[in-house]
């Protein structure tokens, strides 16, 4: 089962600063299986990134994913009010046992 | 718009099996381009996926949970559901349904989500 660890735990920064959220999994993972979430208190999470670098509809072009293999990177080139919340990133895995698998999370708060 | 919506009781004593039911609106859950899944959040932690069902029926789950998880699809109803058998207090939690594609292997579309708390 391939492990998904994210860095910070938390990420304490000001409005308009950038943000730089770490997602690494314990074996190779394929960009194409590798997506970002947000989630904000009391509400469902909400797709962000998918393929590791393609932002979903609707999402501001301040959000962009990268990387490959082990090590993919969310960013926030200039934090805004609302992007204050927890990040999650999210593989798939297509060999046995297969199956989803979620980071356990990066909060952003404000400083 | 496609929306999803979770239905079922908030409480479930331990030792019985949880149901919960998903509607599918504003679009077709017999479409061959996605799965529908369950997700699920205890309080105050991460996201769990549970398993996932296509409209054929065909289905896979999380090996951690799959002894006790079944998951269903009822295409007449627009709606899939999840029996989660012999409940703890550990299986207390949010629990989400979701649609993922068959190609982009990510959640796009969230129910709001539905509290089932696990207690005597």
Redesign the interface.
């Known amino acids: 089962?391939i492990v998904l660890t994210q860095s910070p735990g938390t990420l304490s920064l000001s409005p308009g600063e950038r943000a730089t959220l770490s997602c690494r999994a314990s074996q190779s993972v394929s960009s194409?299986?590798l997506?970002w979430?947000q989630q904000k208190p009391g509400?469902?999470?909400?797709?962000l990134i998918?393929?590791a670098s393609s932002r979903?509809?609707g999402i501001p072009d301040r959000f962009s994913g990268s990387g490959s293999g082990t090590d993919f990177t969310l960013t926030i080139s200039r934090l805004e009010p609302e992007d204050f919340a927890v990040y999650?990133c999210?593989q798939?895995g297509s060999s046995p046992?297969?199956?989803?698998?979620?980071?356990?999370?990066t909060k952003v708060d404000i400083k | 718009q496609l929306q999803l919506q979770e239905s079922g009781p908030g409480l479930v004593k331990p030792s019985e099996t949880l149901s919960l039911t998903c509607t599918v609106s504003g679009g077709s859950i017999s479409s061959s381009s996605y799965y529908w899944g369950w997700i699920r959040q205890p309080p105050g932690k991460g996201l769990e996926w549970i398993g996932s069902i296509y409209y054929s029926g065909s289905t896979y789950y999380n090996p951690s949970l799959k002894s006790r998880v079944t998951i269903s699809v009822d295409t007449s109803k627009n709606q899939f559901s999840l029996k989660l058998s012999s409940v703890t207090a550990a299986d207390t939690a949010v629990y989400y349904c979701a649609r993922h594609g068959t190609v982009l292997l990510s959640f796009d579309i969230w129910g709001q989500g539905t509290m089932v708390t696990v207690s005597s």
């Open positions: 089962e194409s299986y997506a979430y509400q469902a999470p909400r797709l998918y393929g979903a509809t999650y999210q798939y046992p297969g199956g989803f698998t979620f980071g356990p999370g």
